[in-house]
């Protein structure tokens, strides 16, 4: 199956993403395809650039192309006509499309959050939304699915950055709450391996669980149809049982191949319509 160039960015960068759209029917499996690049767009405007003033730049670069695409403006670039489609064909609201793009503005104070609330306010605000305009392009509604979306979302986000500590490092980002790592012992600024470490990482990846149960107490109530935005969950167990395996150490070399493992599963489920 071939993808435009957009979609393959997604494939190579968010591959679980990916992945879970799969299971979702034409057109909305290309629609998701296009909700997901966007977001990738999102996420990488720190990563791209030498200081984070560069970066506000090109979140406010989305925000002229959104006010363009809504008074009948071509936009520029693959990825924007790709989302501007998606836009018109589901009638996303650019409200909700903002606050994704608000909450990565936090990527540019380069401080870590002050606490777990901080943490999950981030991941309700980027992981959480992006499932809640998921289930639009799925035309899934629901107040069951949308609290397990939420959930889903703030779970897959902190297992998401409990993995992504090393990466993080190397940027010299943090995404760890400040509190822990000050209870730990831990400058934000000499994040390493450690059992100090661990024990952070094992109270971030703690809270995802709790939000996991949560999303799933709901699993009763949920359309099979929802499958293409809840089945990250299967995947997060993948990387639950992967870091327990390694005492929480996200630098642990087996981190590198977790993401290998659970495919069967994840089909699985899809059939069945678990998540």
Same mark, same amino acid.
């Given at each position: 199956?071939?993808? %435009?160039?957009?979609?393959?960015?997604?494939?190579?960068?968010? +591959?679980?993403?990916? /992945?879970?759209?799969?299971?979702?029917?034409?057109?909305?499996?290309?629609? *998701?395809?296009?909700?997901?690049?966007?977001?990738?767009?999102? $996420?990488?405007?720190? #990563?791209?650039?030498?200081?984070?003033?560069?970066?506000?730049?090109? *979140?406010?670069?989305?925000?002229?192309?959104?006010?363009?695409? #809504?008074?009948?403006? #071509?936009?520029?670039?693959?990825?924007?006509?790709?989302?501007?489609? /998606?836009?018109?064909? @589901?009638?996303?609201?650019?409200?909700?499309?903002?606050?994704?793009?608000?909450?990565?503005?936090?990527?540019?104070?380069?401080?870590?959050?002050?606490?777990?609330?901080?943490?999950?306010?981030?991941? #309700?605000?980027?992981?959480?939304?992006?499932?809640?305009?998921?289930?639009?392009? *799925?035309?899934?509604?629901?107040?069951?699915?949308?609290?397990?979306?939420?959930?889903?979302?703030?779970?897959?986000?902190?297992?998401?950055?409990?993995?992504?500590?090393?990466?993080?490092?190397?940027?010299?980002?943090?995404?760890?709450?400040?509190?822990?790592?000050?209870?730990?012992?831990?400058? %934000?600024?000499?994040?390493?391996?450690?059992?100090?470490? $661990?024990?952070?990482?094992?109270?971030?990846? =703690?809270?995802?669980?709790?939000?996991?149960?949560?999303?799933?107490?709901?699993? =009763? +109530?949920?359309?099979?149809?929802?499958?293409?935005? *809840?089945?990250?969950?299967?995947?997060?167990?993948? @990387?639950?049982?992967?870091?327990?395996?390694?005492?929480?150490?996200?630098?642990?070399? $087996?981190?590198?191949?977790?993401?290998?493992?659970?495919?069967?599963?994840?089909?699985?489920?899809?059939?069945? =319509?678990? @998540?």
């Amino acid at each position: 199956m071939s993808f %435009p160039a957009w979609a393959d960015e997604v494939r190579r960068h968010d +591959k679980d993403r990916f /992945t879970c759209a799969m299971f979702a029917s034409e057109p909305a499996r290309t629609h *998701l395809l296009a909700l997901y690049a966007f977001n990738l767009e999102l $996420s990488k405007a720190r #990563e791209l650039v030498s200081e984070p003033l560069l970066g506000r730049i090109r *979140l406010q670069w989305w925000r002229d192309t959104l006010d363009g695409i #809504e008074n009948g403006k #071509e936009p520029e670039g693959d990825v924007a006509k790709a989302f501007a489609e /998606t836009i018109a064909q @589901y009638g996303l609201e650019r409200g909700a499309i903002d606050r994704l793009i608000d909450a990565r503005e936090f990527d540019m104070e380069g401080v870590p959050p002050e606490d777990m609330a901080a943490l999950i306010g981030y991941c #309700e605000g980027t992981s959480s939304q992006l499932a809640q305009l998921a289930l639009k392009i *799925l035309d899934i509604k629901g107040e069951a699915v949308a609290m397990a979306a939420h959930h889903m979302g703030i779970a897959w986000a902190l297992i998401g950055l409990a993995r992504a500590v090393p990466f993080h490092a190397r940027q010299g980002r943090v995404l760890l709450p400040r509190n822990l790592l000050r209870t730990a012992g831990i400058a %934000p600024e000499q994040i390493r391996r450690g059992e100090a470490l $661990s024990g952070v990482v094992a109270q971030v990846v =703690g809270e995802g669980r709790e939000h996991l149960n949560r999303a799933r107490k709901l699993a =009763g +109530k949920i359309d099979k149809k929802a499958m293409p935005v *809840l089945l990250p969950a299967t995947l997060a167990d993948v @990387y639950l049982k992967a870091l327990k395996k390694c005492g929480y150490d996200p630098f642990d070399p $087996s981190m590198l191949t977790a993401h290998t493992k659970g495919r069967f599963r994840l089909m699985l489920n899809a059939w069945r =319509g678990r @998540y």
